[in-house]
T-cell receptor, first 114, second 113 residues
Framework: GAVVSQHPSWVICKSGTSVKIECRSL??????MFWYRQFPKQSLMLMAT?????????EQGVEKDKFLINHASLTLSTLTVTSAHPEDSSFYIC??????????FGPGTRLTVL | KQEVTQIPAALSVPEGENLVLNCSFT??????LQWFRQDPGKGLTSLLL?????REQTSGRLNASLDKSSGRSTLYIAASQPGDSATYLC????????????FGKGTHLIIQP
């Protein structure tokens, strides 16, 4: 099946710094990529949807100026958590979809903000 | 807005038992429904995807059914093994273009050796 990678797999940062997470579709072109967030013992919650070459669509309650999403190519989307705070500590998972096909998920990135 | 509920939240059974995990969704106009497995601290592994026109899908010891009219799906695991221990998530895709999946909170499954 299709492979989606994320980098880094985990990151620890100080409060107030910015962190960039990459999501790559390794063997297919992803017209749409999704970013999810998962807090401990909770389900995945969709944060935003990004289509290649256009602005991301954010879910209600997700600050677009805090979670910057760039989908500059058909194989790469990045999520930048700006001015991170401890409450942003979470597990961030991306997924990629080619056309109308099912989504393929990355392995996730564990973010810990001290 | 689509809501997905999974019951039970946790389940512990002896090895070898057959078991059923339940998933319900509020908006029956789904495009497909997918079952995932998540190991602690890991990403998602897709197990089965059922298109809206299908009633069930099978893969090895796993069988997933879909009843759109009642807003329900079940994941049946036959002859459970300790390696099946994980959290199982179901997710509904309602389509409409660029929408993501709506996930349930999952069922945390423990198979006792």
């Amino acid at each position: 099946g299709a492979v989606v990678s994320q980098h880094p797999s985990w990151v620890i940062c100080k409060s107030g710094t910015s962190v960039k997470i990459e999501c790559r579709s390794l063997d297919f072109q992803a017209t749409t990529m999704f970013w999810y967030r998962q807090f401990p013992k909770q389900s995945l919650m969709l944060m935003a949807t990004s289509n290649e070459g256009s602005k991301a669509t954010y879910e209600q309650g997700v600050e677009k100026d805090k979670f910057l999403i760039n989908h500059a190519s058909l194989t790469l989307s990045t999520l930048t958590v700006t001015s991170a705070h401890p409450e942003d500590s979470s597990f961030y998972i991306c997924s990629a979809r080619q056309g109308a096909r099912k989504q393929f998920f990355g392995p996730g990135t564990r973010l810990t903000v001290l | 807005k689509q809501e997905v509920t999974q019951i039970p939240a946790a389940l512990s059974v002896p090895e070898g038992e057959n078991l059923v995990l339940n998933c319900s969704f509020t908006d029956s106009a789904i495009y497909n429904l997918q079952w995932f497995r998540q190991d602690p601290g890991k990403g998602l592994t897709s197990l089965l995807l059922i298109q809206s026109s299908q009633r069930e899908q099978t893969s090895g010891r796993l069988n997933a059914s879909l009843d759109k009219s009642s807003g329900r799906s079940t994941l049946y695991i036959a002859a459970s093994q300790p390696g099946d221990s994980a959290t199982y998530l179901c997710a509904a895709y309602t389509g409409g273009g660029a929408d993501g999946l709506t996930f349930g909170k999952g069922t945390h499954l423990i198979i006792q050796p």
